[in-house]
């Protein structure tokens, strides 16, 4: 998908400053936008509308509006870039913390709304590939562990060496065509019901 054809949602309880983000945002060519009013039943608007990325505009943010709102972006997966007319570092911190992309304090003109928005989708993208990657490293921690596991079990229980555990289970993925964690886990599944040693 094209910069220009993202489905953008803007969250604005002001009309005459919700206009200025979509005037910049459609003379930037983008035609796919929403505005959005009431911050009650945000969630169901942006379940229907499924934005690409979402622009607040908070005016005159209380610390119970932010908290509000903050919790909606931490269930949202999406590029969020936040303008707020004065705030504090502890406001900054929560609002980076909930997952927001730019938070832009007294910076609301049109012809910065492109680049802002360029900025939130470029920063969103980078967080998403840092938070794949580690979850991806944990999982294959995990899956390491499991193995060692397995192998450890296979070696008490039927006087193995270690090569010859690791062996056997590999043989065994590749005749079942399974990933060795798969029958790693079997193994330690069946150790603890038949109350293996060293199952806890």
Same mark, same amino acid.
């Given at each position: ?7 953008i ?8 400053r919700a206009t200025?983000?979509?005037?910049g945002?459609?003379?930037a060519?983008?035609e796919?936008?929403h505005?959005v ?9 942006? #379940?229907a ?8 505009? =908070?005016e005159?943010?209380?610390r119970? $509006? *932010?908290?509000q709102?903050?919790?909606v972006?931490?269930s949202?997966?999406r ?8 705030s504090d570092a502890a406001s900054?911190e929560?609002?980076?913390?909930a997952?927001?992309s730019?938070y832009?304090?007294?910076g609301?003109?049109? #012809?910065r709304?492109?680049a802002?928005?360029?900025m939130a989708i =470029?920063?969103f993208g980078a967080?998403? $590939? *840092?938070r794949?990657e580690?979850?991806e ?8 562990k499991?193995?060692e596991k397995?192998?450890g079990?296979?070696?008490r229980?039927?006087?193995l ?7 056997l289970?590999?043989q ?7 990933k060795?964690?798969e029958?790693?886990?079997s ?6 019901l *038949? ?5 806890k």
């Amino acid at each position: 998908m094209t910069q220009t054809g993202l489905a953008i949602l803007i969250v604005d309880e002001n009309r005459l400053r919700a206009t200025i983000i979509e005037d910049g945002l459609r003379e930037a060519g983008h035609e796919r936008v929403h505005v959005v009013r009431e911050m009650q039943g945000l969630v169901r608007e942006i #379940e229907a509308f499924a934005p690409d990325v979402i622009v607040v505009d =908070l005016e005159n943010p209380n610390r119970d $509006r *932010l908290e509000q709102f903050f919790q909606v972006t931490r269930s949202v997966r999406r590029p969020i870039a936040m303008f707020v007319d004065r705030s504090d570092a502890a406001s900054m911190e929560a609002a980076i913390d909930a997952g927001v992309s730019a938070y832009v304090v007294d910076g609301l003109k049109k #012809e910065r709304v492109k680049a802002i928005l360029d900025m939130a989708i =470029l920063r969103f993208g980078a967080f998403s $590939r *840092l938070r794949d990657e580690l979850d991806e490293a944990r999982s294959e921690l995990a899956d390491r562990k499991v193995i060692e596991k397995a192998k450890g079990l296979m070696m008490r229980m039927r006087g193995l060496s270690e090569e010859e555990a690791y062996r056997l289970m590999r043989q065994t993925a590749m005749n079942e065509k399974k990933k060795l964690v798969e029958i790693a886990r079997s193994v330690v599944t069946a150790a603890s019901l *038949l109350g293996g040693e060293g199952c806890k």
